[in-house]
């Protein structure tokens, strides 16, 4: 398992919109997910954690297996934080958005 930080995120949003995997959810309660590179066409399994607050995950990528990490596991650390938020919007967990104010435009004087 590597620990995500905050550069792993800068790097995937740094890929082209084109090279950026698609992730589906296996288990989202168990954190399981598979990602699909969309250069090669492989599916792999990352599995999360959390672990005081920290985030770990480990794919079964060959760039994983040396120790190196992937592109795969922030985008898979990102769709866990957003089913997560939306599970908690959903159950009234998360302040909804305050509606915009509407910006008082100036009558012309004539
Ligand atoms: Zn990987």
């Not at 596991?73 to 939306?86: C, D, K, W, Y």
Request: proline letters at 7%; glycine letters at 6%.
């Amino acid at each position: 398992m590597h620990k995500l930080e905050p550069e792993d995120f800068e790097r995937l949003v740094s890929l082209k919109p084109t090279e950026r995997p698609k992730v589906v959810p296996k288990s989202v309660d168990r954190r399981i997910y598979a990602v699909h590179s969309r250069r090669t066409g492989n599916i792999y399994e990352v599995r999360l954690a959390v672990v005081d607050g920290q985030w770990f995950a480990g794919c079964n990528c060959m760039a994983s297996g040396f120790a190196a990490k992937c592109y795969h596991l922030p985008a898979a650390a990102l769709v866990n934080m957003g089913a997560r938020h939306l599970r908690r919007y959903v159950a009234g967990l998360v302040p909804k958005p305050k509606p915009k104010r509407k910006r008082r435009t100036k009558k012309a004087n004539a």
